[in-house]
């Protein structure tokens, strides 16, 4: 995506999120504060606000391991076949199929 020009401004293209927001992470959640209602106002219950952001931040942890482990196993696998490649070219039949 690029950058269109509007009445002599930059503006971005539309499309997907720049690389700037980046993947909110467990501790941002679990440090996440709010400001309170202005005087007058309802606000939010803040024992229920910390439970959804603590239970949020405990989903995110549980997708990060996982992401991470997954990537883990595409490098390995990854190592393996580039290992089976090598393997096969040494075969004197290698050219043959």
Do not use: C, I, K, N
């Amino acid at each position: 995506m690029g950058v269109a020009e509007v009445r002599g401004r930059a503006r971005p293209a539309p499309g997907p999120r720049p690389s700037a927001y980046a993947s909110m992470q467990p501790w941002q959640v679990r440090t996440q504060r709010f400001r309170a209602a202005r005087f007058g106002r309802r606000g939010l219950d803040p024992g229920e606000v910390r439970a959804f952001l603590d239970r949020l931040a405990t989903e995110l942890t549980a997708q990060h391991e996982a992401l991470r482990a997954a990537r883990l196993e595409v490098a390995r696998l990854g190592g393996e076949v580039r290992r089976l490649r090598a393997e096969r070219a040494r075969r004197p039949d290698a050219g043959r199929r």
